[in-house]
């Protein structure tokens, strides 16, 4: 397929970027130019968090002897992936996924109103996300690579619940891809290539994200 095929779903970093309120620090990117030798020199300093923007959650993240970010196999999230697009505004429920029939092994990315919420500038607490409940249901179907297109894939207003649903996913094995633009992706089986920053013993790392129609 030619390159203009692919697609990329994935935000590029910024100061602008909204992030988890809690977050010890937010994104600081700061460009210095200098001249040397009579060459111009452009380089620039990052701090920021290993979960700002799009990235890839390791198990490492909420288990601290867990498979780390530079550990993960390099085709865990590269091949066919599939986007469905969730109607509920509010929550990812059961319900609404059993009639997708997901099957073992895929990489499912969901499409929900939080596209149109990301591009507004600023967080929004009750995006939608996964009930612990439809985390369970995922893992129960073996599913290897689950994506999101918001900051995270559990609840922002029920602590406890955020935390069990990475538990649950991760736990499981899958993958978790957050924060996708999927705001200009129809519904459908793609090919994706995702790969995250390789840090040693790494809890998350920004990834590219690109995908292509199948």
């Given at each position: 397929m030619a390159e203009s095929k692919w697609i990329d779903i994935s935000y590029p970093l910024s100061e602008e970027i909204i992030y988890w309120p809690q977050d010890p620090v937010p994104p600081d990117i700061k460009t210095n130019t200098f001249t040397s030798e009579e060459v111009t020199i452009t380089m620039s300093q990052m701090t920021i968090n290993t979960h700002h923007g799009t990235h890839?959650?390791?198990?490492?993240?909420?288990?601290?002897d867990g498979t780390s970010i530079d550990e993960m196999p390099l085709t865990a999230i590269m091949g066919p992936a599939r986007v469905i697009e969730i109607k509920d505004t509010n929550l990812?429920?059961?319900?609404?996924l059993e009639g997708h029939n997901i099957r073992a092994g895929e990489r499912v990315l969901f499409k929900t109103i939080n596209s149109s919420y990301y591009k507004q500038g600023k967080f929004v607490e009750d995006f939608v996300h996964i009930t612990k409940e439809s985390a369970q249901f995922i893992a129960d179907k073996n599913i290897s690579v689950v994506g999101i297109d918001y900051l995270a894939v559990g609840s922002f207003r029920d602590r406890s619940s955020l935390i069990k649903v990475h538990q649950i996913l991760l736990g499981n094995g899958i993958w978790i891809v957050e924060a996708l633009d999927l705001s200009g992706v129809?519904?459908?089986d793609y090919e994706i290539i995702c790969l995250p920053i390789?840090?040693?013993?790494?809890?998350?790392?920004?990834?590219?994200?690109?995908?292509r129609p199948l």
């Open positions: 890839v959650d390791a198990p490492r993240h909420f288990y601290p990812i429920n059961p319900e609404e129809e519904p459908g390789k840090i040693k013993q790494g809890d998350a790392g920004q990834a590219r994200a690109i995908i």
